[in-house]
């Protein structure tokens, strides 16, 4: 019942008989257009079905088998094709649906397809970091797929909510299977993994570039600033970034070059305070994770990160404070001439009356400031 919900026409020939798909006699809200693929058909208007009545029973058959999927698991296996199918289907109104909501929907659906591979033929734990398992043919199968449906969403679809929403599905997927979800092969022919169009896609959505990007008139002058904080696509744009160095290690480093300065534009004090503490935040992850190469990066970062730590605004301050801790434990001993600039910075935080604070700050600041001068004091020399 539910796939056949996801599969009802959003379309219907103008003039025929499709008045029970359209869920009201009110024919006025509805969009027409051509198709001249059909004029030998004699067929060459359609009406597309807008009411929120038929988008929401759609909406709804998508959770539902989603939820029964992601909650049932193997038990959901011998549906699993048909499921895929009616998804992924090109004319079936779900991943290719023309509505945004639906869309949306099927992205997140499409992922909990995986939870289903996985509870069958494993992995079922993460692997650990850097780590290549052996997929099933089956798993390896989906994969391929899914990623590459994702990938394609978040570079050809014109809505940021559908490019967050399949951002937030690499980067789910990411963490469930590791790293091997970047090495499997995409398209035989090259022998292409999806770490390439991944990379090529994250590079043209962090520079702000992206379609959907420039189709809802974002800026695309480097020198122009946007004043607004776009939480629908960077927010999670940085989380796969993020999820790619957790994954990958310090193998991150060469495709996290791509990234850097692009990211040090979103710090800029003229930006907003949510665009700078995103960007810090970022880097705070990946420096964690990638060692004593962090100090490739250091007199690029570390101004801006000091700069940071006496910004106005709390989550800015947090970050930063999380970010140079992330830095020192990550450089080490070749940190050490950065060490009195650093507790420079700190100091103000870590002595700043709770009852100074401004009605913006909850203390995270103050305790990721205490938390640096710790590492600091374990990983320096004295």
Do not use: W
């Not at 796939?3 to 029970?20: A, N």
């Not at 499409?110 to 993460?126: F, I, K, S, Y």
């Not at 650093?342 to 995270?364: E, F, K, N, Y």
């Amino acid at each position: 019942h539910l796939l056949e919900v996801i599969q009802e026409s959003e379309l219907t020939i103008k003039g025929g008989d499709g008045d029970g798909n359209m869920g009201s006699d009110d024919e006025e809200d509805d969009c027409e257009y051509e198709d001249d693929d059909d004029d030998d058909a004699g067929v060459g208007s359609y009406r597309l079905n807008v009411y929120a009545g038929f988008i929401n029973n759609k909406k709804a058959a998508l959770q539902a088998l989603g939820a029964l999927a992601e909650y049932t698991k193997a038990s959901f296996f011998p549906v699993l094709d048909a499921s895929l199918d009616t998804l992924l289907a090109e004319h079936a109104g779900a991943i290719n649906s023309y509505h945004t909501d639906i869309r949306c929907e099927a992205i997140t659906c499409l992922v909990q397809m995986m939870d289903v591979a996985l509870a069958q033929h494993g992995p079922t734990e993460p692997p650990k970091q850097g780590v290549i398992v052996q997929l099933h043919e089956v798993t390896n199968e989906m994969l391929v797929v899914i990623l590459s449906t994702l990938i394609n969403l978040m570079d050809g679809d014109g809505s940021k909510d559908c490019v967050g929403r399949a951002c937030d599905g690499v980067a789910q997927l990411l963490q469930k299977v590791g790293v091997v979800g970047l090495t499997v092969i995409v398209d035989d022919a090259k022998k292409s993994t999806t770490m390439e169009p991944l990379i090529t896609t994250l590079t043209k959505l962090v520079n702000e570039k992206g379609t959907c990007q420039l189709e809802e008139n974002y800026e695309q002058n480097e020198d122009d600033e946007d004043d607004d904080h776009d939480d629908k696509v960077m927010d999670s744009v940085v989380d796969v970034i993020g999820t790619l160095a957790k994954c990958m290690g310090v193998q991150v480093v060469p495709y996290f070059d791509h990234f850097v300065k692009p990211l040090l534009k979103f710090c800029k004090p003229s930006r907003s305070h949510s665009d700078r503490a995103m960007a810090i935040g970022c880097f705070g992850e990946v420096i964690s994770e990638i060692g004593l190469e962090s100090m490739k990066y250091v007199e690029l970062i570390l101004p801006v990160l000091k700069t940071a730590c006496s910004d106005d605004m709390e989550p800015v301050r947090r970050n930063a404070a999380y970010a140079v801790g992330a830095l020192v434990e990550s450089g080490g001993v070749a940190m050490s001439n950065y060490a009195l600039p650093i507790l420079t910075v700190l100091h103000p935080l870590c002595i700043r009356p709770q009852h100074q604070q401004a009605s913006d700050v909850g203390g995270a600041d103050i305790d990721n400031a205490l938390s640096t001068v710790c590492r600091m004091i374990n990983t320096l020399p004295v």
